[in-house]
């Protein structure tokens, strides 16, 4: 579905990896856009940049927000050590954010949240909105209170919860196997059996668009996923094919590879590798009409081949 609205669109954490692919998607749609950001970056010329110390100054932030405008709600403490502390800092962030949107007058408040509040595991069904929240660390559960706040809030507003985003340059989890893959190691996940739903970051700003104005995204949550699940040895051979290397995967079993990792400390990391995480974005198809435009392998596969070298 085409825009079809004109009024602004507030992006926070607009430097940030699906921040600047958002803000790069609806600019070159033609909507106003203003990013608003705690660090230095450059986004696309036209695109009004607002930088700010923190998500804590309700004033500065409403002075930030157009009245009319959509704020998409994307700041967030994400990928450090999962200390409490931190995380408390982004639902603050969430609420202050809601309060100055509130306050400026915008008629929805669109939160990105984390499949992580569903929990960080499934076993032959996948997750959907109906079943109960089971965060099963600091980070999720920070979000699932994020959630609470935005619903109890004033403003029309959209809870998304996407799995793990595949995209060029990705952090997190993504970031580290495609940098594993580029590295020419063998990597011992041939003989894994799982299902993990991703999302494309294509796919992602896509449904980011549709729920800045759809009518029946109004007050709703949907989880977000790319229309196919891919193993662990399938998520390395696309990400290989974008590369254009070979993927060079041999056998271990998979209780071994997960007692080797909780041993050097890397249990969540061998969960993420092993286990299956998967997501009915049916909700979101049948209310918005959405559907990936890229299939789970073609995204990963343009993730590889679009992204840097890094260390």
Known sequence: MALQRHDAVVVTGASGFIGRALVRHLHAAGRPVVAVSRHAWTPPAGVRAVAVAGY???????????????????????????????????????????????????????????IGVNGNVTHGKPFTEADPPEPAEPYARSKLRAEEIVRAGPLEHVILRPPLVAGPDAP????????????????????????RTFI????????LALCLDHP???????LAGDAEDLSTPELVRCIAEGLGRPAR?????????????????????AESLCGSLQVDAGKAKRLLGWQPRLTAAEGVRRAAAESQPGP
């Not at 930030?64 to 967030?76: I, R, T």
């Not at 580029?182 to 990597?187: F, V, W």
């Not at 029946?216 to 949907?222: D, E, K, S």
């Open 56 to 114: 804590d100054d309700v004033a500065t932030l409403a002075a930030a927000v157009p009245a009319g405008s959509v704020v998409v709600h994307l700041a967030s403490i994400a990928h450090r050590g999962g200390e409490a502390a931190e995380f408390t800092a982004s639902t603050r962030a969430a609420q202050d954010m809601l309060a100055a949107a509130a306050a400026a007058g915008a008629r929805r408040f669109v939160f990105v949240s984390s």
């Open 172 to 195: 997190g989890n993504f970031g580290r196997l495609l940098r594993a893959v580029r590295s020419g190691l063998p990597l011992p996940f041939a003989s894994i059996r799982n299902a």
């Open 200 to 207: 494309a970051i294509d796919n992602l700003v896509d449904l």
């Open 216 to 222: 029946a995204a109004a007050n709703q949550l949907l």
């Open 249 to 269: 995967l041999f056998p271990l079993p998979s209780g071994l590879l997960r007692a080797l990792a909780a041993g050097a400390g890397k249990a969540r990391l």
